[in-house]
């Protein structure tokens, strides 16, 4: 690279920083000076890289055999294609903010631009035509020329102006609507303006005058606004009220290919709980979501929790809903704060489980796909009823009775207990130990079924999560009357990390042991019960506010060689299995 550009270069950009500098502390003071240089920058960079790349084409060099070429300017910049490439460079990083980031930067851009050109002029480059005024310049065949760039230079700076005049005016423009659409709010829901004082009486004779009044400010004419909305009937009901959504699509593909086109293992429906269908688009969740918390001042709350879409066909409770049901009321429950010691929450109806490191609700797991401890370890929710009450800051304790596992109608004469205890001794550590216990065959209240749910969650630091789960299980007489108790074992891992406040990674880790075969069933080839494990990396990036995109990678591996997958034919005779999966999460 030239030196001389270099210089050029320098210059601009120490023009276009200055230049924004003075406009953050002057009419663009709401602006983020660092985040339009970073854009400035970030535009310059593409725009020389497709000039470049432009002007290699033209002379007949391929940039992909001589990629090093890129970075050498001698060779010339297509300066309309790098104005191309800057300005679509600008328009994708500043998004939704484009008319209100371009006012802002268009005077750092002329600045830069004046700095560019006088840049120029100090190498000698782009002279003019041949002139013999006073200020000309003996160019290299002596001959006096006119300094065009400093022409330029001078120009441009005195055009900076207008653009920060019409920044100024922008800002001025706001004002004026923001009192427009104040107005007009004011006049729907019937707030009266202050009517001008009426005239003061003349003073006496040598007495102070009294001061004048000062009108309404905008600030003040919205407090009363605010004020107006919170005495309408309607708004002292709801205004406690929460309400969240979102909703969730994906594909996955199976490099198995499976010609059942299922990613389970065996006939378990419930392996891969919501992402069960390989090689297709899913609408897995729309949810919608509405509660009230219950406060000392406010002590009756309840929630509503309601998903539509195919992750709804595997998390119907008994008796709400059939196995083919799109729509699935997930929570429904009524709370009560009773004014016993530091207030004791009660809750009944429909609720989700105590139990596991991940949620139905989609946003709240950072992976696509759900672990195979989450189908198959422990229940997806209850009806019934629960207490709970914070001892001490540490440690808060929550017991119930349910009718059992995933059964709103109960398919018994007997209830389970349902519990779970919080521990939290460090500030970035959280300890839970839980546990349902009770009858959870047809028609049987003598065999019982526990679960025990181990879960700790600790951050070593700020953008790092760490999680272990350990679940245990044990039915009596699993198979029918006199046979034997099975049990299940589960653990699983997780790590997250945020790279930035966009970009996050997370891997799982996890193993299933099912040595009686009553959760994942048996390998179809031998009749024997088989353990599988499975690993799972994860990156999810903020799009945009609300919106998240997250690609994962899996890799499920059943033991001792079991042939448990579809290997492409519609027959179960694979070992393993590897999956990718697209998602797109909009949350509101």
Known sequence: ????????????????????????????????????????????????????IGAM????????????????????????????????????????????????????????????????FTRGACLGTPSNLPWSISGPSGVGRHPVEIYAAVLLAAAIGPPAAWAQDAKDREIQELRQRLDRLEKEIGVKKEAPPA??????????????????????RIKTIEEAIKSTPLFAVIKDWNFGGHVALSYNYNFNNPDSRSNNAADNTFYRVFDSKANQFTINQAELWIDKPTTVESPIGFGLDFIIGSDAKKIHSLGLGDSGDVFDLTQAYVTYKAPIGKGLDLKAGKFVTLHGAEVIRRPSNFNISRSIQFGNAIPFTHTGITATYAFTD??????????????????????????????????????????????????RTGPKRTL?????????????????????????????????????????????????????????????????????????????????????LTGRYKLFDHLFASVEYRHDQATDSAKVFDDGDGKFNASS??????????QF
């Open 1 to 52: 690279m030239e030196f001389g550009l270099l210089a050029a270069a320098l210059i601009a950009a120490v023009c276009v920083r200055l230049t924004l500098a003075a406009e953050a502390a002057t009419v663009a003071p709401e602006q983020d000076s660092g985040r339009l240089w970073d854009l400035a920058l970030l535009s310059a960079f593409v725009g020389l890289g497709v000039g470049r």
């Open 57 to 120: 084409v033209a002379g007949g060099t391929n940039p992909l055999a001589h990629p090093l070429d890129v970075l050498i300017l001698r060779g010339g910049v297509d300066t309309v294609l790098a104005s191309v490439g800057a300005i679509v460079a600008f328009g994708i990083a500043a998004r939704r903010a484009l008319v209100v980031t371009a006012d802002a930067i268009a005077p750092a851009v002329i600045a830069g631009l004046a700095g560019w050109h006088a840049g120029c």
């Open 199 to 220: 005239p003061a009486a003349a003073p006496a004779p040598g007495a102070p005058a009294a001061p004048a009044e000062a009108p309404q400010s905008i600030g003040d």
């Open 394 to 443: 540490w440690l808060t304790l929550t017991g119930g009775i349910v009718n059992g596992w995933d059964n709103s109608d109960d398919n018994n004469d007997g209830k389970s207990l349902h519990g779970m205890a919080t521990i939290t001794p460090l500030k970035d550590l959280t300890v839970i130990l839980g546990g349902t216990w009770g009858a959870e065959q047809t028609d």
């Open 452 to 536: 025990l749910d181990f879960l700790v969650t600790y951050k070593p630091i700020p953008p790092l999560t760490l999680t272990v789960n350990y679940n245990h299980g044990s039915e009596d007489e699993a198979f029918g009357v006199g046979t034997p108790t099975a049990t299940w074992h589960s653990v699983s891992g997780y790590a997250i990390y945020d790279v930035t406040d966009k970009l996050s990674v997370g891997v799982r880790g996890e193993y299933f042991a099912d040595e009686d075969g009553f959760r994942l069933l048996f390998d179809p080839n031998t009749g024997k019960p088989f353990n599988v494990w499975e690993f799972t």
């Open 577 to 586: 299995q590897d999956t990718i999966a697209f998602e797109l999460v909009y």
